[in-house]
């Protein structure tokens, strides 16, 4: 079982919620794959845990559903069968998505028995409040009792594996198609082929699995793998690498010399193919640094992923950093990347989530300095109600406006909560 200190604090961070599970210096238990990790950390727990893993293999009604999954996917794609003829491998990639899509009913069981078991198990028991809770994964969720806690947790899981299955077999939209969709025509041929082959390997390797969610699992990872869509996963561990100066400077900062904690920089990505980083982007760089040698906070944010346009090998937090190092002469050890965020309501969730695991004060203001039109668009009530239609809470305390460019904010600890329905940027 591999355990890795993938998030450690200082101990500074404090919350703004009513109930906070995180617990500093909480150790993650890693699968050997961030994009899993990152997703579906309730997963991982169960199938890196021994006497989780043993439970819930051995019990009757997770078993039985397990089972039946594998029925199906084995009498779909077994090499003996008729239908492995290549006729079959032109019909819809819905006949073999389909195999691992988990109905509404089924999920709602396997909360229902996660409940029950939850009752009178100590293993599931420690699950939660050994890890689960302390964790922060599901922060949002806090105020739940525990076997609620464990379902919801279940639930989240279920509905992102659910997403990436419709999304990246069967071409439905997902919630930011321009930069976030399938990268083939799931109609071709040769797209149906590619599906046929995954259902037919996962199938394969179900002889192995013993938990009841990982031929869904399996097949969702390998989804985003085959689209090229691992971007979760990319600079990972970054406290250890691309971050690694910057972290170390936090330990020796004095946050109570600076007037704020840091300056959250969010990308521009450019529109056309090609550009690394957008005249926008380059603006925003510029008025970073000048907040920097004003000594308005000790660390800059650069915060933006692999964005626009879709599937660009240029990430806006690279590129920025790039920028304040060469133009500006900002020290590497005061810029932090936030290489993950897809959006404006991201940028803002991510950058609260690494100031929480790199130990930043969070009952100190940080500040947002942006050009004017995100600047204005983010104190527009409508971008409040963004982030409560996408997360189901505002990551941020919205404070006051100093100049056009800059407002202040402060991070809440619901941001630590994973959003597998967004894959990329969970």
């Given amino acids: 079982m591999a355990i890795l200190v993938l998030f450690t604090l200082g101990g500074k961070a404090q919350s703004t919620s009513t109930k906070v599970d995180f617990q500093p210096g909480y150790r993650w238990i890693l699968s050997g794959n961030y994009v899993q990790d990152k997703n579906f950390y309730l997963l991982t727990l169960m199938e890196k845990l021994?006497?989780?893993?043993?439970?819930?293999?051995?019990?009757?009604?997770?078993?039985?559903?397990?089972?039946?999954?594998?029925?199906?996917?084995?009498?779909?794609?077994?090499?003996?069968?008729?239908?492995?003829?290549?006729?079959?491998?032109?019909?819809?990639?819905?006949?073999?998505?389909?195999?691992?899509?988990?109905?509404?009913?089924?999920?709602?069981?396997?909360?229902?028995?996660?409940?029950?078991?939850?009752?009178?198990?100590?293993?599931?028991q420690a699950l939660v409040n050994e890890q689960i809770r302390p964790s922060g994964a599901y922060e949002h969720f806090a105020g739940l009792d525990d076997a609620a806690l464990l379902a919801q947790a279940w639930k989240s899981a279920a509905e992102g594996m659910n997403g990436i299955i419709r999304t990246y077999a069967l071409g439905e939209k997902p919630l930011y198609p321009k930069i976030d969709s399938v990268s083939y025509d799931v109609n071709s041929q040769y797209y149906r082929m590619l599906i046929n082959m995954l259902a037919c390997n996962v199938g394969d390797d179900t002889k192995q699995m013993t938990l009841f969610f990982q031929p869904s699992l399996s097949f969702s990872l390998w989804l985003l793998k085959m689209n090229h869509r691992d971007e979760a996963a990319r600079f990972e561990p970054m406290m250890t690498g691309e971050n690694s100066k910057a972290y170390e400077q936090v330990q020796r900062t004095n946050f109570d010399d600076y007037p704020y904690t840091v300056i959250m920089l969010p990308g521009y990505g450019p529109e056309k193919k090609g550009v690394d980083l957008s005249p926008a982007g380059m603006l925003r760089c510029k008025l970073a640094a000048e907040r920097y040698f004003e000594k308005k906070a000790p660390f800059i944010i650069a915060s933006g992923g692999y964005v626009h346009p879709d599937q660009t090998p240029f990430c806006e937090a690279i590129e920025m950093k790039k920028e304040l190092m060469k133009q500006y002469g900002v020290p590497e050890s005061a810029i932090i990347i936030e290489p993950h965020a897809r959006h404006t309501t991201t940028n803002y969730r991510n950058a609260a989530r690494l100031m929480i695991h790199y130990g930043i004060p969070i009952n100190k203001k940080a500040l947002c300095t942006t050009t004017k039109g995100q600047s204005y668009y983010i104190t527009n009530m409508g971008f409040e109600k963004r982030c409560v239609e996408a997360f189901g809470y505002m990551p941020y305390v919205p404070g006051k406006r100093l100049s056009r460019n800059d407002t202040e904010f402060t991070p809440r600890m619901e941001s630590l909560t994973i959003d597998p329905k967004d894959p990329l940027d969970p």
């Fill in 50 to 124: 021994p006497a989780v893993q043993q439970k819930l293999a051995a019990d009757p009604v997770l078993k039985s559903l397990l089972a039946e999954h594998v029925k199906s996917i084995k009498e779909a794609t077994g090499y003996d069968l008729p239908n492995q003829s290549m006729e079959s491998v032109r019909e819809k990639t819905s006949r073999w998505a389909d195999l691992f899509l988990l109905s509404n009913d089924e999920i709602e069981k396997v909360g229902a028995e996660l409940k029950k078991i939850y009752q009178s198990d100590a293993a599931l």
